[in-house]
């Protein structure tokens, strides 16, 4: 209404109407949209305006986490439904990173951002891209997450980077990098678990 002039020479505040009921802001296109004003009289003015909605361009460089949620949402859209659980949620989260995301062995690990960008964009990178792709979804869909990194027994060692996620049962492991012999999956892992596949592999600084 802030772009709208009303006068009228009796009624000092005259009511306006909008009706807008035909746009959808999700779908660019063109939408009438219709004023109506009443004075305490029941005179009434009407006009009409078109409405055009655009597609909104989302800049990685501007917005970074602006970006990260627009693609997420539409991934998310794909794999879960209000009807699921979080522990069903974080399922499907999981599978779509570990399905979709082929292994290579660098990225760019000055920010999970900038991995979960490439990860989204060009759908390979290593372990911090996996990690970072699943960080970003699960951020989205509300599921509680914390960052782990692998501790290095020596500067040798390659880092490793994963999860502990919560879906109302408290923190449990989830790595979608990994598959392990036996079709096991690294999803809802207790600590006994990890080290019963790998005492190094997933040692991480519990106190943190």
Known sequence: KKHITVTDNMDEDPVIDVDNSSVDTETPGQYEVTYTVSDHSGNQSMAKITLTVKEKVYNFDEDADEWLGHEAKLILKEIITDEMKDMQKGYAIYRWT??????????????????????????RGDCFTYFSVAKVLLDEAGIQNIDVVKL???????????????????????????AWTGKKRCFMWTDEETREISRSYWRYDKTL
């Not at 040798?156 to 109302?168: F, P, T």
């Open 98 to 123: 570990k399905r979709h995301i082929s292994y290579s062995s660098t990225s760019d690990k000055s920010d999970y951002r900038i991995a979960a960008r490439d990860g989204f964009r060009k759908r």
């Open 152 to 178: 290095r027994k020596s500067k040798k060692e390659a880092r490793h980077y994963w999860s502990l996620i919560n879906v109302g049962t408290g923190w449990y492991h989830c790595d979608a990098c990994r």
